[in-house]
DNA sequence: TTTCTTTATCGTATAATTACGATGAGCGAT
DNA sequence: ATCGCTCATCGTAATTATACGATAAAGAAA
């Protein structure tokens, strides 16, 4: 219940709230296969080189680089190096916030549709 | 469990799953703070006019009528035309069912983390 | 040091998204 | 039929996303 209503004004997030913002940022971190395949690989096999996710993905390593550069950024993976290798695993802690996240959002919309919808049936 | 692992061919959805395809759909379709906004306004209102949501976004007509465009393609809010004005309203089943999508793959993430990150601390 | 392996980044091409003004289609009212 | 209102669609511009080959960086192995 943090920040309801308020307003941010980073330049381009512009006028919405910032939980808007952030749940819309989860959900374009979601928003190709690719990186819902990536977060099923890492959590089966934990800890995954990239080279491991590469032979998983029908993509050239450049771009599975960019995709867990996407999921870097939303935090929901974090990568160590390894000598030469990369490490990538699930950041447990903002998964499971981003899922919070979505979970309030969808009970919310929930919770009003059942409050409103008492007679909306054509 | 229905289509574990079944690959589907369509153009451009290529070599993905099924379930993989749907869930980055439904993500695409959250991945911008204004439809977040709308399906919250959709749920608070229940039913709405097209004029009504315009007024509460910062954005044109034209942009409005394309996010709501964007969430009727993945179905989760319809639009009725009455006389002159569009009403649009939340399509409960299909937000139900995103929603146990979402819940069904963050669930199996976290089961799996639980399961193989026993030792993994750093 | 040189070579090999691994991965991030660069450069680039193409496609998709976002945004908005302008236009058009459809309906109600005059 | 004409006008006004509402909204979808068109046309277009700018930005962002997606994809990949080529290259660079950096540790490992020789």
Request: with cysteine; charged share 30%; aromatic share 4%.
């Amino acid at each position: 219940m943090s920040d309801k209503g308020i307003m941010v004004a980073k330049s381009k997030t512009e006028k919405f709230t910032q939980e808007e913002s952030r749940l819309a940022d989860i959900a374009k971190a979601l928003s190709h296969p690719a990186r819902i395949k990536i977060l099923k690989i890492l959590a089966e096999m934990n800890v995954c080189m990239c080279g491991e996710i590469v032979e998983l993905l029908p993509l050239a390593q450049a771009t599975v680089s960019q995709h867990l550069k996407e999921l870097k950024r939303v935090r929901l993976i974090q990568g160590e190096i390894e000598g030469p290798k990369t490490c990538y695993c699930i950041n447990t802690d903002s998964i499971i916030e981003a899922y919070k996240q979505l979970q309030n959002y969808f009970e919310a919309i929930n919770k009003e549709c059942k409050r409103t919808c008492k007679t909306n049936k054509k």
